[in-house]
T-cell receptor, first 113, second 114 residues
Framework: NAGVTQTPKFQVLKTGQSMTLQCAQD?????MYWYRQDPGMGLRLIYY???????DKGEVPNGYNVSRLNKREFSLRLESAAPSQTSVYFC????????????FGQGTRLTVV | DQQVKQNSPSLSVQEGRISILNCDYT??????FLWYKKYPAEGPTFLIS?????DKNEDGRFTVFLNKSAKHLSLHIVPSQPGDSAVYFC?????????????FGRGTQLTVWP
């Protein structure tokens, strides 16, 4: 009963380095999301994907790319990390249809130095 | 432009008393509303929801009230317990959208003290 699994849990990057945050869900959900959480800013949507093969920008997409590899997996890539991307990142998934809740992963705490 | 607003960043309540967390929204197309609870170093977890066809939904100690004309909802916790101390996020979605996007408020830190 894994739900939404994110890796890694913690990461420290140097400015300019790249990395990919991985997310997988086992609930057969169509929609998947990447959020970042910063103090006083709540949960801000970076990118989302309503179905396999489609992605859309959220509120704060600059500096990020995403890939919906298949229905289960949705990855977030930082091509050239900046200190402003220091944050906690959450992946979530949700069924598209009907009144349903989204399920979140445990988060990735990323520090860019 | 925030479509879901939680104007109180923090709330402090004594154990046993009622906690009332508030949320306002601006988009009249929103028809499904959710509350999430988040402990430090964990992901948000779903708490309770309400559809726009209702004005109240109850689950144990938690009740959500919806006032559509005022575009306002509130979460009541009675009685409050120290384990309820967490950040609470309000969220909303537009059922007519097939994208399934949720819009979140900035959260309210609830502290329940003994």
């Amino acid at each position: 009963n894994a739900g939404v699994t994110q890796t890694p849990k913690f990461q420290v990057l140097k400015t300019g380095q790249s990395m990919t945050l991985q997310c997988a869900q086992d609930m057969n959900h169509n929609s998947m999301y990447w959020y970042r959480q910063d103090p006083g800013m709540g949960l801000r949507l970076i990118y989302y994907s309503a179905s396999e093969g489609t992605t859309d920008k959220g509120e704060v997409p600059n500096g990020y790319n995403v890939s919906r590899l298949n229905k289960r997996e949705f990855s977030l890539r930082l091509e050239s990390a900046a200190p402003s991307q220091t944050s906690v990142y959450f992946c979530a998934s949700r069924a598209n249809r009907g009144n349903t809740e989204a399920f979140f992963g445990q988060g990735t705490r990323l520090t860019v130095v | 432009d925030q479509q879901v607003k939680q104007n109180s960043p923090s709330l402090s309540v004594q154990e046993g008393r009622i906690s009332i967390l508030n949320c306002d929204y601006t988009n009249s197309m929103f028809d499904y509303f959710l509350w999430y609870k988040k402990y430090p170093a964990e992901g948000p977890t779903f708490l309770i929801s309400i559809s726009s066809i209702k004005d109240k939904n109850e689950d144990g100690r938690f009740t959500v009230f919806l006032n559509k004309s005022a575009k306002h909802l509130s979460l009541h916790i009675v009685p409050s317990q120290p384990g309820d101390s967490a950040v609470y996020f309000c969220a909303a979605s537009d059922r007519g959208s097939t994208l399934g996007r949720l819009y979140f408020g900035r959260g309210t830190q609830l502290t329940v003290w003994p």
